[in-house]
């Protein structure tokens, strides 16, 4: 009796001291530089993750506080429904995860949706329904009865990694044409972690999914920013209004563009005014006979690798996330307004395709 | 029933490819850089560890994982007896950390200590048992009879964070007393995470008691690697044999320094050959008139700072880790060997007190 | 006379390849986020660098391309007038300095003005004059002589270093004296390089002199950018235009605040108005009973550090460069806005003495 | 006259300051690891560097001061015989760079080569003279005479980017194998900053020509030490006694090794060895039925690559530098000692060609 007294006390003064603390390295945030299109914010977003209610190992606020300090707004936690390696342990309640991340959300300001991984055979492979109402009801006999129920229930749907464990495995089948007939998911992950698949890429392109990147995090993210070099996979949503339903709004109107290693991924639509708010073109400082020497800015996190397809400029420039480049052009006397013609080889709208771009150099 | 088949057959199939496989990030190991003692190897521990089994946010392999790639040779799993916030979604099994470890460190080759925390009032204060047989006994009524039977056990019992609620909540009192004359406690925490606890110093300085320091991590420890500027709390024990009895024998004859921030913290016995193994002074390059040049090597992977206690070399000398130094010398004439009087400031022999040390320039 | 064709074909080759190229490592530029004040523009400066025409080691484009990659806007290269270790190798030529420098300049579009430091006996100390029209002049025989040449041709001139070799050789005499009341000089270095003069500072707020700061590199300077923990010492100019003209005058009114180290040093005329760009506070997140949560954005790249001076808000607030920082307040239930009273230890006003500041919470 | 007393006094009271001081972050080296081959020390030589005395744009002494806080151990100052750009200001004299860069050398060891670019039309080419006992002899009208005179003179001399202005201006030529069969070169840079040169690899192959590579810088050298990732391009020399007379023996005698971004090149008479001498194979961990898990360590400052050329272990291996990898090993229920067939693919024994390894895992 006593020593329940006692240990409840020591609980409660501990609650306190952690109450809402979101945890740590979370204190600080690295926002993610990129810039907003002409009306609409650029929501960065991770909806494809772990927790130890599934097969991950972290705790549920974990995600809040990883994705908090990289400078994500959006996160899911996507627990597998059927999968769940640390039972024993760890009881199956689809809710707690998002329960359990709610607070530090809350207190972070980050958009917490409800999600869970519905994980059967591959084929047809393994889907995430995010915006759920209710986890538990997708615990279903049947694949088609669980994908079916999550549309019931509002969700934004996506096919999962197509082709993660070969091509062969993720080939479209009738299941899939019967689901998409039914518009029963709207979206693909054309990257997840480390992988990208071509042919994902090309089916959204193909019958207007949405493009969607996921970290699929199970371990810790021991990053503590995200840089060009070393950031998650993720989904860049270009919402009207930075709530949850503005977020699925975008989502199911595919505004979206992936960030996936050196790689922004998407439609040109989209890929082509975001290209033109990450560059910035000032005025010559020199023109002589021979040469102009242009200063271009690349404001965003992300570097930007330019290929020559017109007949001015250097062959190759890399811009570099967040620096100014010192260009020289071999433009002869001309005063006037230049257009160098170039192709961006990492703003992918196609697979294997690069954005065709054109760098405006305004007269002197 | 075809469903559970179904589900098992991919639960199987995922086993398989996670079976033993430590959690990301473990793959690559980042060794430390501290000398071995003549006749002793030096095993870098941290004895004082959280998972989701008590109030920690990380699965327990991610602790063995963390360790490994930090360059650590041996850990403790302590989660608290008492406290379990967790258990709502986690019920109380205090075996479960230490065996859901194991095979990670049986892979990795990590030393993987049983231990626990007595997580009682504040005083007399929360106290680690190490090398446990077995946690459930406890989970007991009484403080003391938790802490007698750990010691029955045969346990290393150390009492933690001597300090963290302040120098009043942390006195001395009759009860440590008893406990010290019973020998129920062998150790203190000098440092613990972010602090140091100048008084545990002292007394185990005073009481002969060994000197520890560990992270007491509940969140996932972001470090890739252990560097001077950047590492955690940890304790660097001089063992005859690197086997988990050897790591016993060293903790309870005292065999320790403790690896805080920028300090290294231990008897004068213990710390006074460590320095010598961890400088290298080489013959001099030039010795003119007025100068000698002298290249002085840290090979260990804590700075240095030195300050003259003599009369000869800078009034200043900073070793930064892993680095030669090149320093002038206004010796003179002489040609023999010189011998440079200095402290350690940073190597703590008490609080307060860096290590006197003396560097050797030989002759030309 | 073949062989000079021969060579003078080889250098017209090469010299085509290497004509106005910026040396190497100046492609690339790493702006430095600091905001403009309203009506003002801030241009970052360093107006004290020598090279290899006095005791420098480099070359003098060199010292732009290094000030380009950085994120300066401006730089004045000041070689001794007098001093010129080198000239048995490079013969004294005032003048070479600054045409030698000029192409590169002109190509990155950098401020170059033109310099020197004069440098006779300490005291009273060394001085150098920007914005000159012709450097040989101030190559006299009597320190006053340079000093009033210098004046004479609309030069800004600045007292360089004062406690360098101590206060005692750096104490204000008769002949500083007799120069601020003929206007001969104009402002003072407050910090040069690693050092900093709390002299300096006084004198500059009392006497109502520009406060300035400088590298005085002779080495290479190695940094590829500027951050707040690695940056050289550097004079931040608020202009009305970011011309050489637009400099002067803003030199002349004393509108500057000093980088140095992780101190910004200036007038509360201008640090004021400096912190407010800096800091940006965003509406709550979650206001519970005892809690709010407060985002604080540091858009700088300095580190700002805080100490509460009111009674609400943590007792210390560190806001990183370029991070947003989680806050919570214990504000009780109140829903309108709020005002949290701190110090800007690191926004120097005077000697020891922080900026006050109030962060100012939107209501919810 | 007082004026130049006064003066004197001032460069005195400098020199003094600054007498054989190195320059600025030269005071700290970080060494590089790569390990000795037995009965040979591994030096690590630039020897292909210019400053202001031609087209450079650093102070010799700058040139002993980046080398040695990188970890280098020899250099060469080459600047162009015949190629002065700056010589307006600074006059030729071809013994200076060596001159002024000697005491630098002296106090921090630092072997210093004297040497000269000989540099006439391309092709033949131009080629570096080290080891000479005096330059100017090599200003003559003919590009043979100057050849020959280095040889006279004993240097060692070396075809210097061979492949620089495209394979065209790169063959070899009558003249080539004249100067070849009299002996007056013996090396080629294989590699030459960020240009690898294939055909002067297989030259160097089928002719028994030394191998080099050198950073041939021009700009001062940002670096502050050599990592896999991001160091100068260099040759790695095996000698039998580290001294001048030693160096050049094992020049003469061929045992290099070039280091050339993530590549190393060489003879694989020296490559092999220099594998054995970078890995560590530890006994294994854990051995089940079914895996093997072993620790490979990495001790060179070189990222090392590896395929699976034999029938066991994973395909890949990247085994990153300075670092423990833990490799799971499918090895049955094999208890003795495991053979590992593997190809390194940054080990370059021909053009094309990696080293053909076998890591040898003890049994347990």
């Keep these: 009796m006593k020593r329940n007294a006692l240990a409840s006390l020591v609980v ?25 299109l002409p009306g609409y914010q650029t929501v960065k977003c991770d909806l494809h993750e772990h927790t130890v209610f599934s097969d991950g190992n972290v705790w549920p606020p974990v995600r809040v506080a990883e994705a908090w300090r990289q400078g994500l707004d959006a996160i899911a936690i996507t ?29 972070s300001g980050l958009l917490l949706v409800k999600g869970a991984e519905i994980t059967r055979e591959t084929p047809p492979g393994h889907f995430n329904a995010v915006f759920l109402k209710e986890i538990t009801a997708l615990d279903t006999k049947e694949f088609l009865d669980a994908i079916q129920r999550a549309n019931d229930q509002g969700a934004f749907v996506f096919w999962n990694h197509q082709g993660w464990q070969g091509e062969e495995k993720g080939r479209w089948l009738d299941v899939h044409t019967s689901m998409f007939d039914n518009k029963w998911f709207q979206g693909m992950e054309v990257s997840n972690g480390d992988e990208y698949y071509p042919n994902a890429h090309k089916w959204c392109l193909e019958k ?17 920013k995200s840089t060009s070099q070393d950031h998650r996979t993720m989904t860049l949503v270009f919402v009207k209004e ?4 503005g977020l699925k709004e975008a989502l199911l109107a595919g505004r979206t563009v992936v960030w996936w290693k050196d790689q922004l991924i998407g439609r040109k639509e989209w890929l082509e005014p975001f290209f033109q708010q990450c560059i910035q073109v000032r005025p010559p400082h020199l023109r002589l006979d021979k040469a102009t020497w242009v200063q271009i800015r690349n404001v965003c996190d992300a570097d930007i690798r330019l290929e020559r397809a017109g007949d001015m400029g250097p062959a190759k420039l890399d811009l570099p996330a967040g620096t100014t480049s010192l260009v020289e052009i071999a433009a002869g006397k001309a005063s006037g307004p230049l257009e160098l013609k170039y192709t961006a080889k990492n703003f992918l709208i196609a697979p294997g395709a690069g954005l065709p771009v054109v760098l405006r150099v305004p007269g002197r």
Tied chains: 1, 2, 3, 4.
């Design 208 to 224: 207007n999914l949405t493009m969607l990147g996921g970290s699929d995090i199970h371990d810790p993210d021991l990053r503590q």
């Design 242 to 245: 930075k709530t949850l339903p």
């Design 79 to 107: 627990d597998h429904v059927e999968y769940q390696p640390h039972k024993d342990d760890v009881p199956t309640r689809h809710s707690r995860p998002y329960e359990l991340a709610m607070d530090a959300a809350k207190a």
């Design 12 to 36: 409660l003064l501990l609650l306190v001291l952690v109450a809402f603390r979101p945890a740590s390295g979370a204190d600080v945030r690295h926002e993610i530089q990129f810039p907003n």
